[in-house]
């Protein structure tokens, strides 16, 4: 299932600002910054996690073959497009892949990623 493109972080500036700016969180597979925005348009505040986008970076260190990588940006966009309902509030996250990750699978993906989500507020704890 892939992420819906209005969740999807796709610009280099934005991506550069998340990096610039964003809180920091870490596990063995991944590394995911994320930054609070302000969303000044009223209809998308009350709306839960209308407001949230993300955007997975894998290096080819990863993986030299392009078939892997995507296979995982993948297994995250489903894992992501899982725990959205939970998200809240207007964020920018960015997701980078660590090597290890070439081993791991789906559930992996969603028990690190709601991990490192509920320890940088973006998604709700329960």
């Known amino acids: 299932m892939a992420l819906p493109r209005q969740h999807r972080l796709r610009s280099p500036r934005s991506f550069s ?18 930054l609070k ?5 009223e209809r998308l505040s009350n709306q839960p996690s209308s407001g949230i986008c993300f955007g997975v970076s894998i290096s080819r260190k990863v993986h030299k073959r392009a078939v892997v990588r995507n296979r995982i940006k993948r297994q995250i966009h489903a894992a992501l497009t899982t725990l959205l309902p939970r998200a809240h509030g207007a964020w920018w996250v960015v997701i980078n892949v660590r090597t290890p990750a070439i081993s791991c699978e789906y559930y992996e993906f969603l028990r690190e990623l709601e991990k490192l989500l509920v320890e940088l507020e973006v998604l709700h704890g329960h």
Not at 37 to 41: L, R, V
């Open 17 to 34: 600002q998340v990096y610039r700016q964003g809180r920091r969180a870490g596990s063995y597979c991944l590394a995911v910054k994320a």
């Open 37 to 41: 925005k302000q969303i000044p348009d």
